[in-house]
């Protein structure tokens, strides 16, 4: 009896003990609400990643302000804290220590929700280290064979059905890294920002030791992993069953439809592709004058805003003739892209991996920007095709918003977001002027976006003070979309929730609000499983396919993009079908109709629409 009071007082002491010590701990319950740090360097980024002495130094000294992170600051966000236990996991690696390897990924996996990612989280990490502890030493050739073996038998117990996506995405990204690539990226996205302000903020840091991991372990490991994850699909290769083709409701041959304008406020649209489901204004001519005196030049099928937030007559964005020259090339590039992340051997995926395999550091750079810059010419084409599909009664107004594609993008400014919050404004109004019933917004802003905005400029003296002011321009983008939104209840927007794989909320990602008149979306695949990217949190409302979605591009071609970019307008769809059916219904039927048709997933995760039901319910009303 006395030793049980004595464990009884014993394990109250504990309980006691490690509530003060959680009680003296800052919570965090954003991600702003980080510290931050900032890193001196003797030589540039791409040299220190190169440099045992001078990049051992920062990794020790990231290392330390993690583990002081996580010993002075509560943090519930599992997205965060997977963040930093990767970091340390990295330090491990790069140290050799397989125990604190392993120990930092047990805690990573233990953190996983969603299903693909409680199998794949860390497999080739993890192999590494056991296949250390088995041969008592780190040398490559010693151990590449235990390895192959730990990875064989961890990868042949994955169900198909649940990592298919992921193990292919995986396998396509080792296809395409390479040594020269992550000195690339290190001078064209690390070094111009050094270079500004002498320093280098955590995130830059953290960015600069995952490329060593890479140099040093897995480029070492790569060509084993691309054999393993390749015989494995090979021998698994059944293509997911597709449920949206049974869900799909085609209104070509619905002869009682009734018109409806949906708006695609995108990166801008390719006209031409949608001749016969345009918006046409017709009080304007194209003469460079505002005809029917609303504010806008020349908006006969719509608006546009530049980079600098100043209106622009160009609904889609700009190129010059020797970037209109490279389009073709292009598209094979970003095609064969696609191809890698679905373990396709194409012509263009083959034609990728020799292109990057020849990659010389300073040719990643102006490969990147290439990339980016064909991504948004061809965004909002893509978009649209999709909002449109099925629905003749169906036409979009085009409101082009702009974004930079460089690795050293145009310095976001006060002024700048000022400017922005009102195009917001004008955009809506312009909207309900012209009978938009609803909108796509596959675009958004995140604070830390904004953030490595101004630290890729050099704007401010370290990471403190960048922290200030990115917050008294994000606030200005954040309440002026919101205000913006409000402002038009007989709207329904939709938008995208990110492709961070986080939480909007804890990371502050807009314009995913809570409000009556905005539906988030998240993304699933073509069976309706989460996709490894999207993002999630209490304010993402529904899911759709955003997984390899066809659509067209500027010239007509059609190719097939991910993201949850391609899930909203997937939403858009059913809500322009909706009202086609019935232009009578409110926001507020629209929502319910949509969420009627819902299917919601065993562990809640996902809310999956269901176009085929939530248009019976209308039809049969």
């Not at 929700?113 to 088995?134: C, F, H, L, N």
């Not at 691309?226 to 090979?234: C, G, M, P, Q, S």
Request: with cysteine; net charge negative; hydrophobic share 40%.
């Amino acid at each position: 009896m006395r030793q049980s009071k004595r464990c009884l007082l014993l394990c109250v002491c504990l309980l006691i003990g490690a509530s003060l010590l959680m009680a003296g701990k800052k919570k965090i319950v954003r991600l702003d609400d980080l510290p931050r740090h900032t890193y001196t360097l003797p030589m540039k980024p791409s040299e220190t990643v190169v440099s045992d002495e001078a990049f051992t130094n920062l990794r020790d000294q990231v290392g330390k302000d993690v583990l002081d992170i996580l010993d002075q600051y509560e943090i519930e966000d599992k997205t965060t804290l997977k963040d930093l236990y990767g970091i340390l996991s990295n330090i491990a690696l790069l140290k050799g220590d397989a125990e604190g390897v392993l120990k930092y990924q047990e805690l990573i996996l233990d953190l996983q929700e969603k299903p693909a990612d409680k199998y794949v989280s860390g497999m080739v990490t993890r192999s590494i280290a056991q296949s250390w502890q088995e041969t008592g030493t780190t040398d490559i050739a010693a151990n590449l064979p235990v390895f192959q073996q730990k990875l064989e038998a961890t990868v042949n117990t994955f169900p198909w059905d649940i990592v298919q996506d992921v193990v292919e995405q995986i396998k396509g990204v080792y296809e395409i890294r390479s040594k020269n690539l992550m000195i690339g990226l290190a001078q064209s996205q690390l070094d111009p920002a050094y270079e500004k302000t002498g320093n280098l903020s955590r995130d830059m840091a953290q960015g600069l030791i995952s490329m060593r991991v890479f140099m040093d372990h897995y480029d070492l490991y790569k060509p084993v992993v691309v054999e393993v994850l390749t015989a494995y699909i090979d021998a698994n290769k059944v293509e997911k069953e597709d449920i949206w083709a049974e869900r799909d409701v085609d209104l070509k041959a619905d002869g009682h439809l009734k018109p409806v304008l949906l708006a695609i406020w995108d990166s801008g649209v390719d006209t031409g592709v949608f001749e016969k489901q345009l918006f046409t204004n017709a009080g304007e001519k194209p003469d460079g004058r505002d005809n029917d005196g609303n504010g806008f030049v020349d908006d006969i099928h719509g608006i546009a805003f530049d980079l600098k937030e100043y209106p622009s007559t160009a609904l889609l964005f700009p190129l010059t003739e020797e970037q209109l020259a490279k389009y073709p090339s292009m598209i094979t590039m970003m095609k064969g892209l696609e191809d890698l992340s679905s373990a396709v051997n194409s012509e263009e995926s083959a034609a990728l991996k020799k292109k990057m395999a020849t990659m010389q550091p300073d040719q990643v750079r102006p490969f990147i920007e290439e990339l980016g810059m064909m991504g948004l010419y061809s965004h909002g084409t893509h978009v649209a095709g999709i909002a449109l599909k099925g629905n003749p009664a169906a036409k979009i107004l085009v409101a082009r918003i702009s974004f930079d594609y460089k690795a050293i993008p145009e310095p976001f400014s006060v002024e700048q977001a000022k400017r922005a919050a009102a195009n917001y404004m004008k955009t809506v109004q312009y909207f309900k002027d012209q009978g938009v019933r609803a909108a796509n917004m596959s675009w958004g802003w995140s604070l830390k976006e904004v953030e490595g905005n101004l630290e890729a400029n050099g704007i401010g003296r370290d990471a403190e003070e960048r922290q200030k002011l990115t917050r008294e321009i994000f606030d200005i983008l954040k309440q002026g979309l919101y205000d913006a939104l409000k402002s038009q209840p007989d709207i329904l927007f939709v938008s995208a929730a990110g492709n961070s794989d986080s939480d909007i909320e804890f990371d502050e990602i807009i314009p995913n609000y809570n409000l009556p008149n905005l539906l988030s979306v998240g993304a699933v695949d073509q069976a309706g499983d989460e996709t490894s990217f999207t993002s999630f949190g209490e304010n993402v409302h529904v899911h759709a396919n955003g997984f390899e979605v066809e659509s067209y591009i500027p010239g007509g071609t059609q190719l097939a993009f991910s993201g949850t970019s391609m899930a909203s307008p997937n939403v858009l769809n059913l809500v322009g079908k909706l009202l086609a059916i019935d232009p009578d219904l409110t926001v507020a039927d629209i929502r319910k109709l949509i969420m009627d048709g819902t299917e919601t997933s065993e562990d809640g995760r996902i809310v999956l629409i269901n176009p085929k039901k939530s248009i019976g319910i209308v039809k049969a009303r």
